[in-house]
């Protein structure tokens, strides 16, 4: 299938019934904050407390390699769908067959100029959210299979 972009619905159908595995690439805090319910959280980008910046996250494509196959079904969202979109061509591009990108993302999208909503979000389409980590899904615990 290679590389697609979804609208949040369709996301939350293929993850419902046709198995695929959501992966919320957002910080930690922020998925701790909130996230699609059943989504595995492996950042692509880190809080860097002392500069305030988000920093690559080094681990990242070592990290999915560790925890999903490269057959693995996968939906990649983060707050908009901006993040996701990268995080999904990385993927791509490291051999993943099946990669989604969740455009809307959590939060939705905006048109910045505007305020317009360009694609809807997780939350605003009424979809199930959860506050605390998905069982092994965690950043901590996907992390931890890393050789």
Not at 40 to 60: K, R
């Amino acid at each position: 299938m290679g590389l697609r972009d979804v609208d949040v619905k369709t996301a939350f159908e293929l993850q419902s019934s046709e198995g695929y595995t959501y992966v919320d690439v957002r910080s930690v805090p922020e998925y701790e904050n909130g996230h699609a319910q059943g989504a595995h959280n492996v950042p692509l980008l880190h809080h860097d407390p002392a500069t305030g910046q988000m920093l690559p996250n080094p681990e990242f494509l070592a990290v999915m390699q560790a925890n999903y196959p490269p057959e693995t079904r996968l939906l990649v969202g983060c707050q908009m769908g901006g993040r996701s979109a990268r995080a999904a061509q990385l993927l791509a591009a490291a051999g993943y067959e099946d990669v989604a990108n969740v455009r809307g993302g959590y939060g939705g999208a905006r048109d910045p100029r505007t305020g317009q909503v360009q694609a809807e979000g997780w939350v605003a389409a009424g979809l199930p959210v959860e506050q605390s980590a998905t069982a092994g899904g965690g950043y901590e615990d996907l992390r931890g299979k890393l050789p």
